[in-house]
């Protein structure tokens, strides 16, 4: 576990010989924010560094503070924002075919945008849960439409990473996931607060799966998921209505004295950014590896449906099977098709 000064040291070191390309999804606020500010900060504003939200003002401001080259220095730094409202798959493509155009490879695709609700479980225009849409369909169409760039920078030989900041570590052979109501539209939906913990936990387990899915599939570039824990961010809350509204009050008082700074959680996510070449890995808030498996060819999953198993290796904190990962990988290609 490194300390936050540790992990700033090791943070510190990286100096890549290249330009470097990162895009930050949900990079204007919480977590995005740190990790975007930090990264800019390490590389002393020396890369073509694009923020998608959905704020420009914010972007503005955050871009405003990195790191500019001196008086009379000529660069091809490029530091820019691409607006999206990730709960629509089609807002997601159209992003992504914007990014396309500015940039011909990625060596980091960070995925941080997040949204977490106990009273608001709306399907999207889409169809899709609006929880799952905000918290892991977005992510799939980002790395899917994204790869062939992360793809042309592992080709170059520069650095290949893809990181997807939510719920890692948090998966049991105690709870695999109900294959039988995957997206969270096929058993009932009555019970806010039941249907919105459904689509939380199920977001954990999907993005498990999702990660491994690409990682089988493209052994030479790292693919983490990352639990960031506690952090002091303006979306680190609870929302209930009604009679338990007074325990919102409460809960929210009580949740900023358990957590962590954006920017020093910042500094865990960076590190485990930046080590680790290839293959799954599996991480907790401190950026330390909870278990990972390295391929050395593309792997076709079976059927086996034991929980915590990837291609027959044990892995500690991952919430899929392969026969989910199987599962998974195609409802989620089928609902996030484009119409």
């Given at each position: 576990m490194p300390i936050p000064a540790d992990a700033k040291a090791s943070n510190a070191l990286f100096h890549p010989f290249y330009v470097p390309v990162a895009v930050f999804i949900g990079g204007t606020s919480g977590v995005g924010q740190g990790m975007v500010e930090a990264f800019a900060r390490y590389v002393k504003g020396r890369a073509h560094i694009i923020i998608v939200g959905r704020n420009e003002y914010a972007a503005s401001e955050i871009i405003g503070h990195f790191p500019k080259p001196a008086a009379g220095e000529t660069s091809d730094w490029t530091h820019e924002f691409v607006p999206c409202d990730v709960s629509l798959m089609a807002n997601v493509r159209a992003a992504c075919a914007l990014i396309r155009t500015k940039v011909e490879r990625v060596n980091f695709l960070v995925l941080t945008a997040g949204y977490s609700s106990l009273v608001s479980t709306a399907l999207t225009s889409e169809g899709l849960d609006l929880l799952l849409a905000m918290r892991y369909y977005?992510?799939?169409?980002?790395?899917?439409?994204?790869?062939?760039?992360?793809?042309?920078?592992q080709a170059l030989g520069q650095d290949a990473k893809v990181m997807s900041v939510l719920g890692a570590g948090l998966g049991s052979p105690k709870r695999p996931i109900d294959l039988?109501?995957?997206?969270?539209?096929?058993?009932?939906?009555?019970?806010?607060?039941?249907?919105?913990i459904r689509s939380m936990m199920q977001a954990w387990g999907y993005t498990d799966a999702m990660m491994a899915h690409f990682a089988t599939r493209n052994p030479a570039i790292a693919f983490t998921h990352i639990h960031p824990g506690a952090v002091h961010t303006p979306g680190l809350r609870i929302d209930l209505d009604g009679l338990l509204t007074p325990l919102s009050w409460l809960i929210n008082l009580i949740l900023p004295w358990l957590?962590?700074?954006?920017?020093?959680?910042?500094e865990h996510m960076l590190y485990a950014?930046?080590?680790?070449?290839?293959g799954l890995f599996i991480r907790d808030r401190y950026g330390d590896v909870i278990s990972s498996l390295e391929f050395e060819a593309p792997v076709d999953l079976r059927d086996s449906n034991e929980t915590s198993v990837l291609n027959g290796v044990p892995m500690t904190g991952y919430g899929a099977s392969d026969l989910g990962v199987r599962r998974i990988m195609e409802q989620t290609e089928a609902v996030t098709r484009a119409q």
């Open positions: 977005y992510r799939f169409v980002f790395i899917q439409e994204l790869l062939p760039l992360v793809q042309a920078a039988d109501n995957l997206g969270n539209t096929v058993k009932e939906r009555s019970g806010r607060i039941r249907v919105a957590s962590v700074s954006q920017d020093q959680a910042a950014l930046f080590t680790g070449e290839r």
